[in-house]
């Protein structure tokens, strides 16, 4: 994981700036058919804090975080309305709020844990869900930019799981899967594929 920062962290305004630009309608669409308006959410890996705005700007209560300093800083600048929700927390062990959540959401983030840290991260992020929370996560299925270690040119790492076994984890921690769907690259990246999970507490 410290790889992996080191990377958002050093490159977190070109990131920013690309990722503003990437097709996340798909999962945006999934976002607000998941979740009621009004309610608590945090987002767990918010990056140039797209998402943490298209949500508040329809009407959701939003804390977002990161574990790169530099990506939550630019997320600042360009989501200002965002400010006072954005914090820098590293996985698993700043997953810790005085709070619980109607929502929880984390998008292209959860693959970069290892096997434990992830198993750690879903144990906490169904114990900050209040009686029947919905989590929706997306992660990446398939690269081909990574070699035999989950490591891609950049060092960033990956975590590559069957369908099966991102269903089986998150049944096993407690979760009820209401939906699973695959999807192409909002990057157009031809050798990515994308999954996403919603499950319910």
Not at 39 to 59: K, V
Not at 164 to 179: Q, R, V, Y
Not at 184 to 193: N, T
Request: glycine share 6%; aromatic share 10%; with cysteine.
């Amino acid at each position: 994981m410290k790889e992996t920062l080191y990377f958002y962290n050093s490159n977190s305004k070109k990131l920013t700036e690309r990722y503003e630009k990437a097709d996340v309608s798909e999962v945006q669409k999934l976002l607000l058919q998941t979740f009621e308006k009004n309610s608590n959410l945090l987002e767990i890996g918010c990056g140039s804090g797209r998402d943490a705005s298209f949500m508040t700007r329809n009407d959701f209560n939003i804390i977002a975080i990161d574990g790169s300093k530099n990506m939550i800083e630019e997320a600042k600048k360009i989501h200002p309305e965002l400010s006072n929700n954005l914090f820098h927390k590293t996985l698993p062990n700043n997953l810790e709020f005085d709070k619980k959540f109607d929502g929880i959401y984390s998008i292209a983030t959860l693959m970069h844990l290892s096997k434990i840290d992830l198993e750690e991260t879903i144990l906490k992020i169904h114990d900050l869900l209040n009686s029947n929370g919905k989590f929706l996560m997306s992660v990446s299925l398939f690269r081909d930019d990574i070699d035999e270690h989950g490591f891609d040119d950049r060092g960033r790492y990956f975590l590559i799981m069957s369908l099966d076994e991102w269903i089986n984890l998150l049944e096993k921690i407690g979760f009820k899967i209401l939906e699973a769907k695959t999807n192409s690259d909002g990057l157009s990246r031809d050798g990515i594929k994308w999954l996403t999970l919603v499950g319910q507490k």
